[in-house]
């Protein structure tokens, strides 16, 4: 009987423990406050699958923001991993870009794409050509077919495929195209307003941007002014808004002015000469301003005017005196007599025949990356102080060193066949870092 009751205390005693720790497991998985719970524990909002706030108030529940930070926190991680696969950004190695691209899914239809064939300025020589649109998007503005299709410069995945292609080349810094706000080029949209997610993608990947100032419409040295205090103002503070520190210790925005021509030295003085009243220099807003350099006439100008520099843009050799690379030497020697800085424009080639069909005269064959290895060379022999690439993406001309592929359709397209979609990614980098180690040498 002893042994009966013993057996029935221990049983009991069992009983109880197991009892009192699945009150405690309960109570743990009980949560602490009810998401939608009154102070007597009412459901407040009865009907959360019919109003958008609520769920985006479920979403921001603290275990749900832990959650969103931890996401984050690896996806950086993840980012950070695979930018040190690439080559460190070269800084000195610029290249233009043009966020001017648009497809229907983000712009409503096909932006630049469709671009027209330009008649010939010559009526009858126009005759001989064909005329009308390009229909995206088997039929494209180029005589190459991006890898990324008829792309929207608005896609962020976009974007973010261009960041990887330029940290695969190392080119630190984009000059990207850019007219006012609300204004635009003959055959596109107002693109200003793409700038805040470009800066945001670019800094995510340590490249830098900086502006190059199309010949807008009415352009002077009054908007001119306007403008560049428009775009410091509103990009200047951003990480991935480029700056250059001067001789001087000034550390200066840097903008490429296209056409600069255009404004005779007269106009130009009064923003870029210390000695006028309404110069820029000294101000917030000083900057270095270099000049696109087209005629030998063209540097006695610049001086004048009160640029900074000067570049040569064009990736057609011979084409103008400043892109003709046998007198990249003596302008250099200029430059430097006049303390000036001197940015050498390369190209991988050029052929525009898809929007201008009768200008062959200008073609440049890649010869599989050979031009683009001439160029690139000519322009370390005159010891530049950067090196420009035209262009990252400029379709029309011929000119990107974006990827490319093989594409067949009723339109007949060039490739950079026998050669991978990356070869011209893969020549800018190998050419870059023999840039940065001659770039070292020069300055011992």
């Known amino acids: 009987m002893a042994r009966f009751r013993r057996k029935t205390c221990i049983t009991l005693i069992a009983l109880a423990l197991l009892i009192l720790i699945i009150t405690v497991v309960l109570k743990a998985l009980e949560p602490e406050d009810p998401p939608f719970g009154g102070p007597d524990g009412f459901e407040l909002f009865p009907d959360i699958n019919h109003d958008p706030q609520i769920h985006r108030d479920v979403e921001k529940k603290p275990e749900k923001i832990k959650m969103n930070d931890s996401a984050q926190s690896v996806r950086d991680a993840e980012l950070e991993a695979t930018l040190r696969k690439y080559p460190p950004p070269n800084y000195y190695l610029h290249a233009f870009y043009y966020v001017w691209y648009g497809n229907p899914k983000f712009d409503g239809k096909y932006i630049h794409w469709d671009h027209p064939q330009l008649p010939h300025w010559d009526f009858k020589v126009a005759q001989g050509y064909p005329q009308g649109r390009h229909s995206p998007p088997d039929d494209v503005g180029a005589n190459f077919y991006p890898s990324l299709g008829a792309y929207s410069s608005r896609d962020p995945s976009v974007l973010e495929s261009h960041m990887q292609q330029l940290r695969t080349a190392a080119i630190g810094v984009i000059a990207v195209s850019w007219y006012p706000p609300k204004t635009n080029d003959d055959n596109g949209e107002p693109i200003d307003e793409i700038v805040p997610l470009l800066l945001e993608v670019a800094h995510r990947y340590h490249i830098k941007v900086t502006f190059h100032i199309e010949p807008y419409k009415g352009r002077d040295e009054v908007n001119m002014r306007t403008n560049v205090k428009y775009i410091i103002e509103k990009y200047g503070e951003h990480p991935a808004f480029f700056k250059y520190r001067t001789n001087t210790g000034k550390l200066l925005p840097l903008f490429y002015v296209y056409d600069s021509y255009l404004m005779n030295s007269e106009q130009w003085k009064k923003l870029l000469k210390h000695t006028e009243s309404s110069s820029i220099r000294d101000t917030p807003y000083d900057a270095i301003f270099i000049a696109l350099l087209v005629e030998d006439k063209h540097k006695r100008d610049i001086v004048t005017a009160g640029f900074d520099g000067v570049y040569t843009y064009f990736a057609t050799n011979g084409f103008s005196y400043g892109s003709t690379q046998r007198n ?91 050669n991978k979609p990356t070869i011209y990614l893969e020549i800018t980098r190998k050419w870059g870092a023999i840039f940065g180690g001659e770039r070292r040498r020069w300055q011992d």
């Open 328 to 418: 990249w030497g003596s302008i250099k020697a200029f430059c430097e007599d006049n303390n000036l800085i001197f940015i050498p424009s390369v190209g991988p080639g050029y052929i525009d025949t898809s929007v201008r069909p009768w200008n062959f005269q200008n073609t440049r064959n890649r010869i599989n990356g050979k031009y683009y290895e001439t160029s690139l060379s000519a322009a370390l022999e005159a010891r530049p102080d950067f090196i420009s690439i035209t262009s990252f993406n400029e379709w029309h001309e011929g000119t990107q060193i974006e990827m490319a592929v093989p594409k067949a359709s009723q339109t007949v397209y060039l490739d950079y066949l026998p």
